[in-house]
Protein backbone atom coordinates (compact mmCIF):
# COMPACT_ATOMS: atom_id res chain seq x y z
CA UNK A 1 0.00 0.00 0.00
CA UNK A 2 1.18 3.28 -1.04
CA UNK A 3 1.00 6.92 0.59
CA UNK A 4 -2.54 7.63 1.69
CA UNK A 5 -4.19 4.73 -0.76
CA UNK A 6 -6.45 4.15 1.90
CA UNK A 7 -7.58 6.69 4.22
CA UNK A 8 -9.66 7.37 7.23
CA UNK A 9 -12.95 7.62 5.23
CA UNK A 10 -12.68 3.98 3.86
CA UNK A 11 -11.72 2.71 6.78
CA UNK A 12 -14.44 3.80 9.02
CA UNK A 13 -16.81 2.16 6.37
CA UNK A 14 -15.21 -1.28 6.35
CA UNK A 15 -14.97 -1.37 10.54
CA UNK A 16 -18.64 -0.31 10.33
CA UNK A 17 -19.23 -3.81 8.89
CA UNK A 18 -17.72 -5.53 11.74
CA UNK A 19 -14.07 -5.77 9.34
CA UNK A 20 -10.60 -4.73 9.69
CA UNK A 21 -10.40 -0.81 8.44
CA UNK A 22 -7.09 -0.52 7.29
CA UNK A 23 -5.63 3.27 7.00
CA UNK A 24 -1.96 3.92 5.25
CA UNK A 25 0.22 5.51 8.03
CA UNK A 26 3.27 5.60 5.24
CA UNK A 27 4.19 9.55 4.56
CA UNK A 28 1.15 10.89 6.58
CA UNK A 29 3.00 13.42 8.50
CA UNK A 30 3.38 15.63 5.03
CA UNK A 31 0.00 14.91 4.66
CA UNK A 32 -1.61 15.90 7.47
CA UNK A 33 0.46 19.35 7.63
CA UNK A 34 -0.53 19.75 4.44
CA UNK A 35 -4.25 19.50 5.06
CA UNK A 36 -3.63 21.87 7.91
CA UNK A 37 -2.07 24.13 5.28
CA UNK A 38 -5.64 23.74 2.83
CA UNK A 39 -7.39 25.31 5.58
CA UNK A 40 -8.89 21.30 6.99
CA UNK A 41 -11.70 22.70 5.03
CA UNK A 42 -14.07 19.72 6.58
CA UNK A 43 -12.34 20.11 10.02
CA UNK A 44 -11.93 16.79 10.30
CA UNK A 45 -8.36 17.29 11.41
CA UNK A 46 -9.26 19.93 14.18
CA UNK A 47 -11.81 17.84 15.44
CA UNK A 48 -9.14 14.96 16.09
CA UNK A 49 -6.49 17.54 17.57
CA UNK A 50 -9.27 18.48 20.38
CA UNK A 51 -9.26 15.20 21.53
CA UNK A 52 -5.92 14.31 21.59
CA UNK A 53 -4.72 13.82 25.39
CA UNK A 54 -1.61 16.61 25.39
CA UNK A 55 -3.06 19.92 23.99
CA UNK A 56 0.49 21.45 24.21
CA UNK A 57 1.52 19.61 21.56
CA UNK A 58 -1.81 19.66 19.35
CA UNK A 59 -1.75 23.52 19.71
CA UNK A 60 1.95 23.86 18.81
CA UNK A 61 1.67 22.09 15.08
CA UNK A 62 -1.74 24.12 14.96
CA UNK A 63 -0.16 27.15 15.87
CA UNK A 64 2.89 26.24 13.04
CA UNK A 65 1.19 24.63 9.98
CA UNK A 66 -2.46 25.48 10.19
CA UNK A 67 -3.98 28.59 7.91
CA UNK A 68 -7.27 29.78 8.14
CA UNK A 69 -9.39 29.20 4.72
CA UNK A 70 -5.99 27.57 3.00
CA UNK A 71 -2.63 29.02 1.87
CA UNK A 72 -2.48 30.64 -1.32
CA UNK A 73 -2.57 27.90 -4.34
CA UNK A 74 0.74 29.63 -5.96
CA UNK A 75 2.29 29.60 -2.43
CA UNK A 76 4.61 26.02 -1.70
CA UNK A 77 3.53 24.40 0.95
CA UNK A 78 5.98 24.58 4.49
CA UNK A 79 7.65 21.35 4.32
CA UNK A 80 8.51 19.28 7.15
CA UNK A 81 12.36 18.30 8.00
CA UNK A 82 13.44 15.28 6.76
CA UNK A 83 13.67 12.18 8.59
CA UNK A 84 17.20 10.87 10.27
CA UNK A 85 18.34 8.62 12.60
CA UNK A 86 17.84 10.89 15.06
CA UNK A 87 14.41 13.12 14.29
CA UNK A 88 13.81 17.39 16.20
CA UNK A 89 10.93 16.75 18.44
CA UNK A 90 8.85 18.43 16.50
CA UNK A 91 9.17 15.80 13.69
CA UNK A 92 8.29 13.52 15.96
CA UNK A 93 5.10 15.41 17.62
CA UNK A 94 4.20 15.57 13.38
CA UNK A 95 4.39 12.26 13.07
CA UNK A 96 2.40 11.18 16.09
CA UNK A 97 -0.34 13.67 15.45
CA UNK A 98 -0.62 12.60 11.95
CA UNK A 99 -1.22 8.93 12.76
CA UNK A 100 -3.55 9.63 16.02
CA UNK A 101 -5.97 11.83 13.58
CA UNK A 102 -6.00 9.37 10.46
CA UNK A 103 -6.65 6.70 13.66
CA UNK A 104 -8.99 8.49 15.11
CA UNK A 105 -11.20 9.74 12.46
CA UNK A 106 -11.16 6.35 11.24
CA UNK A 107 -12.69 5.07 14.25
CA UNK A 108 -15.08 7.83 15.30
CA UNK A 109 -18.33 9.15 13.69
CA UNK A 110 -18.63 12.89 12.99
CA UNK A 111 -20.10 13.36 16.22
CA UNK A 112 -17.58 11.80 17.88
CA UNK A 113 -19.00 8.78 19.24
CA UNK A 114 -16.66 5.81 18.95
CA UNK A 115 -17.91 3.12 16.15
CA UNK A 116 -17.38 -0.17 18.29
CA UNK A 117 -18.10 -2.23 15.31
CA UNK A 118 -14.59 -3.30 13.96
CA UNK A 119 -11.10 -2.59 14.09
CA UNK A 120 -8.56 0.08 12.43
CA UNK A 121 -5.52 -1.16 11.68
CA UNK A 122 -2.05 1.15 9.88
CA UNK A 123 0.00 -0.14 7.01
CA UNK A 124 3.48 1.20 7.34
CA UNK A 125 5.83 0.40 4.63
CA UNK A 126 8.97 -1.43 5.95
CA UNK A 127 11.39 0.53 3.33
CA UNK A 128 10.10 3.35 5.51
CA UNK A 129 11.54 2.81 8.65
CA UNK A 130 12.40 5.53 10.84
CA UNK A 131 8.77 6.72 11.53
CA UNK A 132 7.88 3.69 12.42
CA UNK A 133 7.47 4.06 16.16
CA UNK A 134 6.14 7.39 16.57
CA UNK A 135 3.64 6.21 13.89
CA UNK A 136 2.80 3.63 15.81
CA UNK A 137 2.84 5.68 19.38
CA UNK A 138 0.23 7.87 17.91
CA UNK A 139 -2.05 5.08 16.33
CA UNK A 140 -1.88 3.65 19.59
CA UNK A 141 -2.94 6.30 21.41
CA UNK A 142 -6.29 6.88 19.24
Request: charged share 25%; net charge negative.
Amino acid sequence: MGIRISKWELAREVQKTGELGVVSGTGIDTIFVRELQDGDPEGSMRRALASFPDQGMANRILEKYYIEGGKDSMKPYRNLPMWTHIPSQHLLEVCILANYCEVWLAKHADDGTLIDDGFVGVNLLTKVQLPTVPSLYGSMLA
